[in-house]
């Protein structure tokens, strides 16, 4: 695996020309819409991959990366377009710097070029993964179960395991569809034998009996018992063999045709069933559409996130919700219309069954019209079977169904008036023929018994061969779900156990009893989680939108973490911290600092105090964020990086902007207020709307911190620690002249909150004031450069352990004796 150490930017995207160092820590990029964060990110894909995520997938047609990919200066130069990475291999410690320019994506350089760093480079390449976007968390929270399946396997490579599955059910479906036919076949062939035999049922007895008339009368050996072997004809001699043509039978096999024709009445239950089906159909084509469509329409609905734009046609909506709403209405609608294809192939499949055995009675009648009838009956006959042949492929759909409404609604076989007319002279004429002398009429009986028996044999076979194969196929299927399915299981309850674990470190003020259930089924995943001890519920029937998105992050982390175990060291979470509610982000940076402790996190977010919130909690240092303040078209983005509060004030001041450094003195510490509040437990007046002036948290914090010196003085003296003691009175001296110095300069700390005006202060008015805040704010941090956190109180409530510092340095203990 790689870290990043620093990104060289040129001619890319929205950017002109950027530089960052990261030195492998975790970083920020944080600044208002539009101010070009984005690039970052599809710079580090794109010298990873080659590719720009953002240019391809629902809603990019006609985009590519070798005309989009350039910043619009340099669309025709391509190769002026490049990206540089300095790179850290995480096993080895050495690096190199990996570029790749637009005019040649498909290809890299790597300097040094070495098998261990390409290595590294390809384990990253190999989890696209680990780029994640606000719009691809919630599919794995609100997807289809199917959807959720793909997504989670996708991301854990197990796609394959779905691609099997779906092969397997393939084949099955398949195999399926040929009993079906293989088993009309079989009727058709056991209503030629009874017709032939003229039995009602295929008897044993009945048969061998007739049989065995004709062979006494020829002088044959009788038959003794019957299987599908038997060879009537056993014993006739070679050239009694050559007549195929019997009377009886030819004549039972047209009037078994007339006598379907005249009751083609036994079909109308099914075109009743049809009928109203296809005229919901017809009333509204794009049912059709919303069918076809389905599938395509979700992964859009599943892309939808804050924009008013459809992420499958670019098409602007007035708002969000209106677009979510205009896409559920399209996917309520493909519900619908799955049903109504429900109705239609229910009795469209009972229909071409019968048809089919009407067509195979047309086929067995053909050979005598040819031999007895007339041209126009053989005419006729052929275009009655291709006829059927036509309408039993269209039912076979909704759409080839909708195709034959017409005659759904009128007359679905649509009988030539005369063919009745001519299968009845054809019978006139068959019964007219002379009869043979009994020899050859026997004759005849066997070798056409021999004929149609054989038929049946080849169809049982058939039969028998498709049941074997879809039992094989069913035994196959069931057993890859079933050992899929258990090991999913297994997998997906460790995955489970840590997406509840971390979901429950987020929230751990109300859902400290969070749980969470995954079950696969058949390549489909299941998600339930609890709500409050109340039951077991899908995401999205009570938890907030927040807590939803908050879940998406928990899941993938939690994923991530069972794919990659400790080599997992570094991921891009683009814009993904909003999905956060704010309530919770601190308990979120912690998250990611506690757990996940040797992951470099490249972060994007467009929420200023988000930015510092994980810069305050310690998940990025002071000099691990790069602020992004502005853009324009020639010059892209205005950009800074490691820039603190004080920095920013001292560039205000150096150009006497007195107004620019005091706002930013206001904001800057308002925000760190509301952290050392926090971190010390200060006592303040609870707001409904959260919204505190610095005035009240000033006092609580400052006040606060008093009450915890004197505990931790009392502590040293309970203990007899001398040297704690001293500590103790060190730090008590410090923040008497550091409050004091602060007090002294109240007139302009009072301006500051109460947000007078600032023409009558002067430059050097305001130094002191910056000054007497720099040595106050100091009271909160330890002496070690590198720690960069504020102290804080450990141990629960009532029940206080320590102020101290994430490094320790600062470490005074509160316990008495």
């Known amino acids: 695996m790689i870290q990043l150490e620093a990104i060289h930017i040129e001619e890319f995207r929205g950017i002109r020309k950027l530089d960052l160092k990261l030195d492998c820590k975790s970083f920020v990029v944080h600044g208002p819409n539009g101010s070009g964060k984005s690039g970052v990110v599809d710079a580090i894909g794109f010298a990873i991959t080659g590719t720009i995520s953002r240019l391809s997938g629902p809603g990019t047609g006609g985009l590519t990366v070798l005309r989009h ?3 619009v200066h340099r669309r025709d130069d391509p190769a002026a377009a490049k990206v540089s990475l300095t790179i850290r291999d995480t096993t080895t410690g050495k690096s190199a710097v990996l570029s790749r320019t637009i005019k040649a994506p498909g290809s890299f350089t790597l300097t040094p070029d070495t098998t261990e760093m390409r290595e590294a480079l390809r384990s990253v390449q190999d989890h696209p993964e680990l780029t994640l976007s606000r719009r691809e968390i919630i599919k794995f929270i609100l997807a289809e179960s199917g959807k959720r399946a793909a997504e989670v396997q996708a991301l854990l490579k197990l796609e394959g395991l779905e691609e099997r599955r779906k092969t397997l059910k393939t084949t099955l479906s398949l195999a399926s569809r040929d009993v079906t036919g293989s088993k009309a076949s079989l009727e058709d062939a056991r209503d030629g034998a009874r017709r032939h035999f003229d039995v009602a049922d295929l008897d044993a007895t009945e048969i061998m009996k007739a049989a065995n008339k004709r062979r006494d009368l020829l002088k044959l050996t009788p038959l003794q018992e019957l299987s599908l072997d038997t060879d ?7 050239e009694e063999t050559q007549t195929t043509f019997n009377k009886a039978s030819a004549t039972r096999d047209v009037e078994a045709l007339v006598k379907a024709l005249a009751h083609s009445e036994v079909m109308n239950d099914n075109i009743a069933a049809l009928r109203p089906a296809l005229s919901d159909l017809a009333s509204d084509v794009t049912i059709l559409e919303a069918l076809q469509q389905r599938e395509f329409v979700a992964s859009g609905l599943d892309l939808v996130i804050d924009a008013a734009v459809c992420p499958l046609c670019d098409t602007a909506w007035e708002n969000v919700d209106a677009l979510r709403q205009h896409l559920q209405e399209k996917i309520a609608r493909s519900d619908a219309a799955a049903a109504l294809q429900k109705k239609i192939m229910t009795a469209g499949t009972a229909l071409i069954a019968q048809i089919r055995s009407l067509r195979g009675l047309v086929r067995a009648t053909q050979p005598h019209a040819l031999a007895h009838g007339d041209v126009p009956l053989q005419l006729a006959l052929e275009q009655v079977y291709e006829d059927f042949l036509t309408v039993e492929t269209a039912l076979g759909s909704p759409q080839g169904a909708l195709g034959q409404k017409e005659r759904v609604d009128s007359d679905l076989l649509r009988i030539p008036a005369d063919l009745q007319d001519g299968l009845a002279g054809l019978i006139r004429t068959l019964r007219a023929l002379p009869d043979n002398s009994a020899r050859v009429d026997a004759q005849s009986y066997l070798v056409l018994a021999d004929e149609r028996w054989s038929q049946l044999r080849l169809a049982k076979a058939k039969y028998g061969r498709s049941m074997a194969v879809k039992s ?13 399915d258990t090991a999913l299981t297994n997998l997906y309850e460790t995955v489970e156990g840590s997406f509840s674990e971390f979901y429950r470190q987020i929230n751990s003020d109300d859902e400290a009893a969070f749980k969470a259930e995954l079950g696969p089924s058949s390549g489909k995943l299941d998600l339930v989680v609890d709500f409050y001890g109340l039951g077991m519920f899908p995401p999205g029937a009570y938890h907030s939108e927040g807590h939803q998105d908050g879940m998406g992050v928990c ?3 939690a994923l991530v973490k069972q794919l990659l175990g400790d080599s997992f060291r570094f991921a891009v979470l683009d814009d993904v911290v909003m999905s956060v509610d704010s309530n919770h982000r601190r308990q979120f940076c912690e998250l990611l600092k506690e757990r996940f402790p040797d992951v470099q996190f490249v972060i994007t977010t467009h929420d200023e105090i988000w930015a510092k919130q994980m810069q305050s909690s310690g998940l990025i240092s002071r000099t691990g964020h790069a602020r992004f303040y502005g853009w324009n078209v020639n010059e892209g983005p205005a950009a800074e990086q490691g820039v603190d509060l004080w920095d920013r004030i001292d560039a205000d001041l150096a150009k006497d902007d007195v107004a620019g450094a005091a706002h930013k003195l206001r904001r800057g510490l308002e925000a760190i207020m509301t952290d050392l509040a926090e971190a010390l437990r200060a006592r303040v007046a609870y707001k409904g709307d ?23 003085a009392k502590s040293a003296n309970s203990w007899g620690n001398a040297a704690a003691k001293q500590s103790v009175e060190e730090l008590k001296d410090s923040r008497s002249k550091a409050v004091l110095a ?9 301006a500051l909150v109460h947000y007078n005006e600032w023409a009558s202060m002067s430059k050097a ?6 000054k007497a805040w720099r040595q106050f ?3 909160f941090q330890c002496d070690n450069a590198a720690c960069e956190s504020w102290i804080y109180v450990s141990g629960a409530a009532g029940k206080e352990e320590t102020l101290r510092c994430d490094c320790g340095v600062y470490n005074l203990n509160l316990v008495g004796k």
């Not at 602060?742 to 009072?750: C, L, R």
């Open 232 to 238: 009537f004809k056993q014993g006739l001699e070679q």
């Open 777 to 779: 704010l100091e009271l």
């Open 765 to 770: 008015d305001f130094v002191p004031v910056v």
């Open 555 to 557: 899941l993938y982390l």
């Open 69 to 71: 990919g350039p910043h």
């Open 690 to 712: 959260a919204k505190y002036e610095l005035g009240e948290l000033l006092g609580s914090v400052t006040g606060r911190h008093g009450d915890w010196l004197s505990k931790a």
């Open 472 to 484: 094989s196929a069913q035994t196959i299927y069931d057993a890859y779900c079933k050992s899929v």
């Open 742 to 750: 602060q007090q002294n300069e109240n007139w302009a700390v009072n």
